[in-house]
Structures are given as structure tokens and as C-alpha cells.
């Protein structure tokens, strides 16, 4: 078939502005396809690092109900946790309002327990247990803001008053990696002691719990034990996996999933259309032509296969320039947006997919012309 890229090529060539208008569609649907893929991963990428051996505790009537930390020790005691911990969102902005914080008081220890993934030098370990005041701040978020161990900065809460004032003042005391490439190192974490013994209002309260259970297949039951603690308590709560919660967390925001594919369809749709009329008026032009060449012997199949290659070449060569150009997209800005999104990049599943979008694209496109050029009849196509 390669002896034949000349051909295809002059084919291309004949209606020079119509195939870069094709070539420019597919190109700019590949782009839109492969930044579409990267927010998608930067919002679900908590998801499918989230832990299957940890649960967490919520309040039953909403995620924003907090619950009494009295509650600590009542789950530790259930049978099958193995380590509890708990976090509280505390929220923040930096200097600008558009510099939007994630920000949790924790418990130290155990929340680093809970979370061995986190990763930063020993001393700088100590330092923050040490230090009631201190931040530990995700590689991401550091490199955006431009903050560095021993910085002391001011974090404005939406929520939380401190003496009056919503600005608390903290000090950078480490700055931590994710042992997973893709993990999210866009949060800090405060001393939840600090935190409370601050904060004008809700004084012993935490927003969730965090536990780690030891054996996976009695995950509904020991959550269903959990729950069963605090039936008919005025804070009653609700158990589940911390996948389901991460979910739940970020649809939030919208099901960013569901939106994204609505998106892909209706481009690849319009795409589709685009290229497959392309293909149609390539074919019809040359009737003619094709009837010659099958008097010189070529075959209905060989027919077939040159129109299909044609349309494959076409949308490889513009889908790989799209997807090309989102890469480049994705690196320059995947710095700047690491305050929201760490994960904003393309994954080898994504650029998989884009492979075979490029094959399925130019197949479905050229089929049917394809198909009605093997099928020409000499002397009808020459009579034309």
C-alpha cells in the first residue's frame, strides 16, 4: 500500500483549500479532545488514587454538618478499623481572591499515617509536628505560589474568624511529593489544635473521619458498625468508601466526567459529518478516474482500500497535530493551574484513546465512499 502514498497524496493535493479546512476541523477537535481529557483527569484523578482500605465518616444530612470529635474515639473502638484520623475544611485564598487554598486542619500524626503516599525529608517532618502554626504544603501549590520552607503567610478563610479577623498567619514548615506521579500535592495541612483553639465558633467539631479498615471484604459491614454508633444521635453519620467520597467531593463542582463526554460526542459527531463529506466529494469527482483505473486492473478491494487509506491518512496527520498541540498546551500551562488541578496532564491512556479515535474516525468517514467506489461499474462510471 505504501507504493501508493503518491497517489493519495496527489488525490489530497487536488482540492488543496478543501483538505486543509478538513485538515484544520479534525486538527482543532483533537486539541479540544485532548484538553478536554486533561481537566477531566485533574478532577478525577483523587478518584482513582483514593485508598481501598479507608473509609470515611461523614454527617448523614450533608458533607458541610460537622461532626463532635467525641466521635474520635467511639470508631477507633469499632471492630476492624485499625487507625482513625479526621480532617476539616478550612478553605483559604492567598493575597488575590482568584488564589483559591485547599486548606485541612488534621491531626498530625495519624493523618500521616493514614497517608504514607506523602512524602517529604524527615526534618521537615519534625519541624511541622513541632510547630502548631506550621503548614505542610503540596509540591504543586508551593511551585505556584513560589513559597518555600521558613516563608510565614497569611491565608484568608471564607468561613472561619480568628479573633475576629479571617486571615490566619502560618509558616511554611515542608513541602511535600506524592509517591504517585499523578497524586494530588495541591493541599496544605494545619495543626487541627491550632485550628481549633482559634476559630471564634464550632469549637470541637470536625467536618469527616478517616479510617483505615484491615480487611477490605468487610467493608460494608464495618461501615454499616460505624454508623450504628450514632442511630438516632443528633449528628447522625454516614460510611462509605473514601472512592465514594472523593467522587462526591468533586461533583461538587458538576460531574465533570459526564460533561466532558457530552462535549467529545457532539464534536466527534460534527467531525465525523465534516470528513466523511469531504470524503464523498473526493469520490464523486473522480468517477471517472476510478473507472480507469479498474480498466487497468485494479480491484474492487484494492479500490476500497485506497479510499479508506486516503481518509485515514487525512485524520491521522490532522489528529496528530491536534493532539500534539494539546500536549504543548497541557505542559505550558499544567505549572499554572496546579493550584486546582494537579493532575492537568494527558495520561498514556488518553493518548491511546486518541489513537484510536484518529483509526475509528477515518474509517467510519471513509466507508461508505469507499464502499460506492469498489462498487462502480466501468462502463456506467465512464458514461459520467
Same mark, same amino acid.
Given at each position: 500500500m505504501f507504493r501508493?502514498?503518491?497517489?493519495?497524496?496527489?488525490?489530497?493535493?487536488?482540492?488543496?483549500?478543501?483538505?486543509?479546512?478538513?485538515?484544520?476541523s479534525i486538527c482543532v477537535a483533537f486539541l479540544l479532545y485532548g484538553l478536554l481529557a486533561a481537566v477531566k483527569n485533574g478532577f478525577e484523578a483523587g478518584v482513582e488514587l483514593a485508598g481501598a482500605d479507608r473509609l470515611v465518616t461523614i454527617h448523614k444530612v450533608s458533607l458541610v454538618q460537622p461532626l463532635p470529635k467525641s466521635y474520635y474515639a467511639r470508631i477507633a473502638a469499632v471492630p476492624g478499623v485499625s487507625l482513625v484520623t479526621h480532617s476539616t475544611w478550612f478553605g483559604g485564598k492567598y493575597q488575590d481572591e482568584r488564589n483559591v487554598l485547599q486548606v485541612y486542619p488534621v491531626e498530625p500524626e495519624s493523618y500521616l499515617a493514614m497517608y504514607p503516599e506523602y512524602l517529604m525529608p524527615k526534618a521537615e517532618r519534625d519541624r511541622w509536628l513541632q510547630d502548631r502554626s506550621g503548614l505542610l504544603v503540596g509540591r504543586g501549590i508551593a511551585n505556584s505560589l513560589g513559597w518555600k520552607v521558613g516563608d510565614r503567610v497569611p491565608v484568608k478563610s471564607d468561613i472561619w474568624p480568628h479573633g475576629g479577623s479571617y486571615t490566619w498567619e502560618f509558616v511554611v514548615d515542608g513541602i511535600f511529593d506524592n509517591r504517585d506521579p499523578s497524586g494530588d500535592t495541591s493541599l496544605?495541612?494545619?495543626?487541627?489544635?491550632?485550628?481549633?483553639?482559634?476559630?471564634?465558633?464550632?469549637?470541637?467539631?470536625?467536618?469527616?473521619?478517616?479510617?483505615?479498615? #484491615?480487611?477490605?471484604?468487610?467493608?460494608?459491614?464495618?461501615?454499616? *458498625?460505624?454508623?450504628?454508633? @450514632? $442511630?438516632? #444521635?443528633?449528628?447522625?453519620?454516614?460510611?462509605?468508601?473514601?472512592? *465514594?467520597?472523593?467522587?462526591? @467531593? $468533586?461533583?461538587?463542582?458538576?460531574?465533570?466526567?459526564?460533561?466532558?463526554?457530552?462535549?467529545?460526542?457532539?464534536?466527534f459527531f460534527t467531525m465525523l459529518l465534516v470528513s466523511g463529506n469531504t470524503m464523498a466529494q473526493a469520490v464523486r469527482e473522480r468517477t471517472n478516474e476510478l473507472a480507469v483505473m479498474k480498466t487497468l486492473g485494479f480491484s474492487d478491494g484494492r479500490v476500497l482500500a485506497l479510499v479508506l487509506a486516503e481518509s485515514l491518512l487525512i485524520t491521522l496527520v490532522g489528529g496528530a497535530l491536534g493532539t500534539l498541540g494539546a500536549m504543548f498546551v497541557v505542559t505550558r500551562t499544567g505549572a499554572a493551574l496546579g493550584t486546582y488541578l494537579t493532575s492537568f496532564i494527558l495520561t498514556g491512556k488518553a493518548l491511546a484513546l486518541a489513537v484510536v479515535l484518529m483509526v475509528l474516525l477515518g474509517l467510519v468517514s471513509g466507508v461508505l465512499p469507499a464502499a460506492r467506489a469498489s462498487r462502480l461499474r466501468i462502463a456506467e462510471a465512464l458514461r459520467r
Open positions: 501508493f502514498l503518491p497517489l493519495i497524496l496527489a488525490n489530497l493535493r487536488r482540492r488543496k483549500l478543501r483538505t486543509m479546512f478538513t485538515l484544520a496544605m495541612l494545619a495543626h487541627y489544635d491550632y485550628f481549633d483553639e482559634g476559630r471564634d465558633f464550632g469549637k470541637g467539631y470536625v467536618g469527616w473521619y478517616i479510617m483505615r479498615i #484491615s480487611d477490605t471484604n468487610r467493608t460494608a459491614e464495618i461501615a454499616a *458498625a460505624i454508623d450504628a454508633q @450514632f $442511630a438516632n #444521635s443528633p449528628a447522625e453519620t454516614k460510611t462509605g468508601t473514601e472512592k *465514594a467520597f472523593v467522587q462526591g @467531593f $468533586a461533583k461538587q463542582t458538576g460531574d465533570v466526567g459526564a460533561i466532558v463526554t457530552s462535549i467529545g460526542i457532539a464534536v
